[in-house]
């Protein structure tokens, strides 16, 4: 069984800071990988996947993240942070062969400070 | 663009009630799933249903529990007798690939 394991549980930065929230999975196979962001009282919203190919996806909101396969790492990476982007980053796996449950990690909240 | 939707957003029950939960999942989806979210706590599978059938449950989803797909547009789940610690964030997910899953807005079930 698959396994996410997120070590940031609270970040805390201020505007215009760089972000970087590690995620690391546990699994045999091949994977597709996720990052859902879950605003204030609000539902799960997908920022990125990953399924194949390059390894350095870009999602919305100027988010991006990078699968290294080696290290069974998805980092999720910002370069400059808005107070807009306080809220609750997951990390989700699936296995790369059908439809799947999603495995999530634990989440980590991220406040900005304006 | 199109969306999961979930009703009721809000439901309070007593222990020992039986709860629907109901979702409208994406029309030309094919794949549903239902997740939860126990308060400050990370979101755990409880079922997944394809083809008017369960495919997986954890062992969350005991007996207690069912699903249904009754018309072809709404995906139930029924919780029959309710516990305190139902009392969570439950979310109906669906896809069109087995790829990537679209989130409804949750339905926050209280028990007390």
């Known amino acids: 069984a698959q396994s996410v394991s997120q070590h940031n549980h609270h970040v805390i930065l201020s505007e215009a800071a760089s972000l970087e929230l590690g995620c690391n999975y546990s699994?045999?196979?091949?994977?597709?990988l996720f990052w859902y962001v879950q605003y204030p009282g609000q539902h799960l919203q997908l920022l990125l996947k990953y399924f194949s190919g390059d390894p350095l996806v870009k999602g919305i909101k100027g988010f991006e993240a990078e699968f290294i396969k080696s290290k069974f790492s998805f980092n999720l990476r910002k370069p400059s942070v808005q107070w807009s982007d306080t809220a609750e980053y997951f990390c989700a796996v699936n296995p790369n062969f059908g439809n799947e449950k999603l495995t999530f990690g634990t989440g980590t909240r991220l406040t900005i400070i304006p | 663009e199109p969306e999961v939707t979930q009703t009721p957003s809000h439901q309070v029950t007593q222990m020992g009630q039986e709860v629907i939960l109901r979702c409208v999942p994406i029309?030309?989806?094919?794949?549903f799933y239902w997740y939860r979210q126990i308060l400050g706590q990370k979101v755990e599978f409880l079922v997944s249903?394809?083809?008017?059938?369960?495919?997986?449950k954890s062992e969350i989803f005991d007996d207690q529990f069912s699903v249904e797909r009754p018309d072809g547009s709404n995906f139930t789940l029924k919780i029959r007798s309710t516990k305190l610690e139902d009392s969570a964030m439950y979310f109906c997910?669906?896809?069109?690939?087995?790829?990537?899953?679209?989130f409804g807005p949750g339905t926050r079930l209280t028990v007390t």
């Open positions: 699994y045999g196979g091949t994977v597709n």
């Open positions: 029309s030309n989806h094919l794949y």
């Open positions: 997910a669906s896809t069109v690939w087995p790829y990537e899953q679209y």
């Open positions: 249903f394809y083809n008017n059938e369960i495919s997986e």
